[in-house]
C-alpha cells in the first residue's frame, strides 16, 4: 500500500543541525511532487517546504528560508529536510506528505493537495 | 503571511450539521480554487477529505463537503457522528508557490 515513513528526529541543541528522511513505497516516487508539514506542540499545521517530482524547483516557507534545504533521491524513493540553524521554535512534529497531483504527456505537475502522509518524526530544539 | 482564520472550535449533536468557516485574503484564498481541508484525529497524521474547493477523494464520506464564497470557504459536515470528533484544517495556495493553513478548528460531538 502507498506508505510514507520519516526518521531522523530527536533533540538538539540551538544552532545544531539535523537531517530528516521520508522514505516512500507503494506508488512511482519519481512521479509526484512532495511537501514536508510542521506541527508545533499543542499547534496547528504549518506548510514547511515543496519540492517538484524531479527536484527541479524548490519552495520554502519565509520562516525556514535559508536554514531548510529540501531534497530528493528518486533512486532510493527519499526524500529529505536539512535543517541547519535550528531554533528553539523549530521544535514541531514534521510530516512529509505526498502531492496528489499528476503527469501528463510527460510532464508532471503539482496540485497542492497532499493525499498522503507519514505518521511524523518529533524535532526537539532545546 | 498570516495563517487563514479559522474558528477555534465548534460542536454539534449526533446526526446535526455544522460548518467550519475560513478565512483569508483576496492575494491567497480568494483568488484561488486550490482550497483544500484535512481532518486530524488526536495524536494522528492529517488526512485529506476535500481538495479543490469541493471535491472529495475517494473513500471519504459524502458527509463531508466544501464551498467557497469570496475569500471565505467552508467546511460542512452532515450527519455528524463521534468519529468526526477531530482537529480540521483549511489550506490554501497563497501565490508564489506557497501554501497557508489555517489555524485549525476543534469538532466537538456532543
Known amino acids: 500500500q502507498v506508505q510514507l515513513v520519516e526518521s531522523g528526529g530527536g533533540v538538539v541543541q540551538p544552532g545544531r543541525s539535523l537531517r530528516l528522511s521520508c522514505t516512500a513505497s507503494?506508488?512511482?516516487?519519481?512521479?509526484?511532487?512532495m511537501h514536508w508539514v510542521r506541527q508545533a506542540p499543542g499547534k496547528g499545521l504549518e506548510w514547511v517546504a515543496t519540492i517538484s517530482h524531479d527536484g527541479g524547483n524548490k519552495y520554502y516557507a519565509e520562516s525556514v528560508k535559508g536554514p531548510f534545504t529540501i531534497s530528493r533521491d528518486n533512486s532510493k524513493n527519499t526524500l529529505h529536510l536539512q535543517m541547519n540553524s535550528l531554533r528553539v521554535e523549530d521544535t514541531a512534529v514534521y510530516y512529509c506528505a505526498k502531492d496528489q497531483g499528476y503527469c501528463s504527456n510527460g510532464v508532471c505537475y503539482l496540485v497542492y493537495n497532499m493525499d498522503v502522509w507519514g505518521q511524523g518524526t518529533t524535532v526537539t530544539v532545546s | 503571511q498570516s495563517a487563514l482564520t479559522q474558528p477555534a472550535s465548534v460542536s454539534g449533536s449526533p446526526g446535526q450539521s455544522i460548518t467550519i468557516s475560513c478565512t483569508g485574503t483576496s492575494s491567497d484564498l480568494g483568488s484561488s480554487n486550490l482550497v483544500s481541508w484535512y481532518q486530524q484525529h488526536s495524536g494522528k497524521a492529517p488526512k485529506l477529505i476535500i481538495f479543490d474547493v469541493s471535491k472529495r477523494p475517494s473513500g471519504v464520506s459524502d458527509r463531508f463537503s466544501g464551498s467557497k464564497s469570496g475569500n471565505t470557504a467552508s467546511l460542512t459536515v452532515s450527519g455528524l457522528q463521534a468519529e468526526d470528533e477531530a482537529d480540521y484544517y483549511c489550506c490554501s495556495y497563497a501565490g508564489s508557490k506557497t501554501l497557508l493553513f489555517g489555524g485549525g478548528t476543534k469538532l466537538t460531538v456532543l
Open positions: 507503494g506508488f512511482i516516487f519519481s512521479s509526484y511532487g
